[in-house]
């Protein structure tokens, strides 16, 4: 019995898609525990390219069966398009996708608020998915849950009142048109009849499944350092991507949770505004995004690009408890002379004990830097650790000391192929 999670080690956008795809060949059962359809996973096989946003990357592997928790806030337009989208090429959900019944519902409502809020001053940087609207009605204990969905008369009540409360404010303080109560109830029975056939007790499921000795590959999205405790606050997600929203998310007790695997980029990225020490505004910037093809999967925006951040990683394993990692898009430093590795922060000159969270802090800080020979040279398609060159190895073995990581996986390159395991 082995129950994983993996957790994305920086601000998201880490390859997550990928490893979940690499690392499912292992398991029998993958659950994304957290997050909404504002999360990107892309994985490449052969000449096709997936992207997916709510279904766990597992699909892709034949036999694995795919669960949505009840940390997970479930736009239904989102993932129609997704079942539909893997039937046309073939891949079929139907017994191998499960839905928490305690999952969380995005209402038409929650996007419209989340545009209108990051359309006015005070950004973060949302996707405008409506997840962070979704979540405050969770924690206001007025949100509308899959559960909610099989009993047509309380769904119609529970939508109603709600939709009073969020008209008026649309009406009162946007100026913006009300929105029809019928349509949006109508719509929502008619995802019902659509979904009920993946409809899952999840906790009892996973669990049983624990006891029968299945593995268990438990799927975070975003990263930990938008993990909304626990990360930079206020330019965080609306959950908990680090390691323990992976029992809150899904049902499973901590302890029965038996290794935490992280994965993070062989540089830094950010999509959204925030503190960014190592963040590069300049040509070399420019050019980690172009040779990375930093552009959101969900999104398209570029994304911000900098340096690799060893003290942030160091951060991120104390709180996600991180044995191993998979290090993501090695191959892009490739095209560097030379290659800088934050190791450390200073702060009116002195050198700091731990990472900030604080964004006033962490906004002022200075990265301190070592700086490495670069390797120039195609390595996509070295098919082991032995077959890299000697300083792209001093390059990993220099980011794990300093980052106290355990490299497990390596990836070279978008596709299956262009990966390997570390012994």
Same mark, same amino acid.
């Given at each position: 019995?082995?129950?994983?999670?993996?957790?994305?080690?920086?601000?998201?956008?880490?390859?997550?898609?990928?490893?979940?795809?690499?690392?499912?060949?292992?398991?029998?059962?993958?659950?994304? !525990?957290?997050?909404?359809?504002?999360?990107?996973?892309?994985?490449?096989?052969?000449?096709?390219?997936?992207?997916?946003? /709510?279904?766990?990357?597992?699909?892709?592997?034949?036999?694995?069966?795919?669960?949505?928790?009840n940390g997970v806030v479930i736009d239904p337009t989102a993932l129609l398009e997704e079942i539909e989208l893997l039937e046309k090429h073939g891949i079929s959900v139907e017994g191998r996708l499960f839905i928490s019944h305690n999952a969380h519902l995005i209402m038409p409502y929650?996007? /419209?608020?989340?545009?209108?809020?990051?359309?006015?001053?005070?950004?973060?940087?949302?996707?405008?998915?409506?997840?962070?609207?979704?979540?405050?009605?969770? !924690?206001?204990?007025?949100?509308?849950?899959?559960?909610?969905?099989?009993?047509?008369?309380? /769904?119609?009540?529970?939508?109603?009142?709600?939709?009073?409360?969020?008209?008026?404010? /649309?009406?009162?303080?946007?100026?913006?048109?009300?929105?029809?109560?019928?349509?949006?109830?109508?719509? !929502?029975?008619?995802?019902?009849?659509?979904?009920?056939?993946?409809?899952?007790?999840?906790?009892?499921?996973?669990?049983?499944?624990?006891?029968?000795?299945?593995?268990? #590959?438990?799927?975070?999205?975003?990263?930990? #350092? #938008?993990?909304?405790?626990?990360?930079t606050y206020p330019f965080v997600t609306s959950s908990n991507p680090t390691s323990g929203g992976a029992c809150t998310g899904t049902g499973i007790p901590p302890t029965k949770i038996t290794d935490v695997f992280g994965i993070v980029k062989a540089y830094t990225t950010r999509v959204g505004n925030g503190p960014f020490p190592t963040e590069l505004l300049d040509e070399v910037g420019e050019k980690l995004r172009t040779a990375g093809a930093e552009f959101g999967a969900t999104t398209g925006r570029p994304r911000r690009c900098g340096w690799f951040d060893a003290f942030l990683v160091r951060y991120s394993s104390l709180i996600n408890g991180t044995d191993t990692v998979a290090i993501t898009k090695l191959d892009v430093l490739s095209h560097f002379q030379e290659i800088k590795v934050c190791t450390g922060y200073e702060l009116n000159g002195k050198p700091l004990k731990s990472f900030p969270t604080d964004v006033e802090k962490l906004a002022n800080v200075k990265p301190i830097y070592e700086t490495l020979p670069g390797w120039n040279t195609d390595i996509t398609k070295c098919g082991s650790y032995g077959e890299l060159p000697e300083a792209t190895k001093n390059y990993l073995s220099f980011i794990a000391k300093e980052a106290g990581l355990k490299p497990g996986i390596i990836s070279v390159g978008p596709k299956r192929t262009q990966t390997f395991f570390v012994d």
């Amino acid at each position: 019995m082995k129950v994983t999670v993996l957790v994305g080690s920086q601000w998201g956008d880490e390859g997550k898609g990928k490893i979940v795809d690499i690392l499912s060949a292992n398991y029998d059962i993958v659950v994304r !525990y957290q997050g909404g359809a504002n999360a990107g996973h892309t994985v490449a096989i052969g000449d096709k390219q997936y992207i997916l946003h /709510l279904i766990p990357s597992g699909i892709l592997r034949e036999g694995v069966i795919c669960v949505i928790g009840n940390g997970v806030v479930i736009d239904p337009t989102a993932l129609l398009e997704e079942i539909e989208l893997l039937e046309k090429h073939g891949i079929s959900v139907e017994g191998r996708l499960f839905i928490s019944h305690n999952a969380h519902l995005i209402m038409p409502y929650h996007k /419209l608020l989340d545009s209108i809020s990051e359309s006015g001053g005070n950004k973060i940087g949302t996707t405008g998915r409506g997840i962070g609207p979704c979540y405050i009605d969770k !924690y206001a204990r007025k949100g509308i849950r899959i559960v909610d969905l099989l009993n047509r008369k309380i /769904l119609g009540e529970k939508i109603r009142e709600n939709l009073k409360e969020k008209n008026n404010l /649309l009406k009162k303080v946007y100026e913006h048109a009300e929105l029809d109560v019928d349509s949006i109830i109508e719509q !929502y029975e008619a995802f019902d009849d659509a979904i009920d056939k993946y409809i899952k007790d999840v906790p009892a499921y996973l669990n049983a499944a624990i006891t029968e000795g299945k593995s268990i #590959l438990l799927e975070g999205a975003q990263g930990a #350092l #938008l993990d909304v405790d626990h990360g930079t606050y206020p330019f965080v997600t609306s959950s908990n991507p680090t390691s323990g929203g992976a029992c809150t998310g899904t049902g499973i007790p901590p302890t029965k949770i038996t290794d935490v695997f992280g994965i993070v980029k062989a540089y830094t990225t950010r999509v959204g505004n925030g503190p960014f020490p190592t963040e590069l505004l300049d040509e070399v910037g420019e050019k980690l995004r172009t040779a990375g093809a930093e552009f959101g999967a969900t999104t398209g925006r570029p994304r911000r690009c900098g340096w690799f951040d060893a003290f942030l990683v160091r951060y991120s394993s104390l709180i996600n408890g991180t044995d191993t990692v998979a290090i993501t898009k090695l191959d892009v430093l490739s095209h560097f002379q030379e290659i800088k590795v934050c190791t450390g922060y200073e702060l009116n000159g002195k050198p700091l004990k731990s990472f900030p969270t604080d964004v006033e802090k962490l906004a002022n800080v200075k990265p301190i830097y070592e700086t490495l020979p670069g390797w120039n040279t195609d390595i996509t398609k070295c098919g082991s650790y032995g077959e890299l060159p000697e300083a792209t190895k001093n390059y990993l073995s220099f980011i794990a000391k300093e980052a106290g990581l355990k490299p497990g996986i390596i990836s070279v390159g978008p596709k299956r192929t262009q990966t390997f395991f570390v012994d």
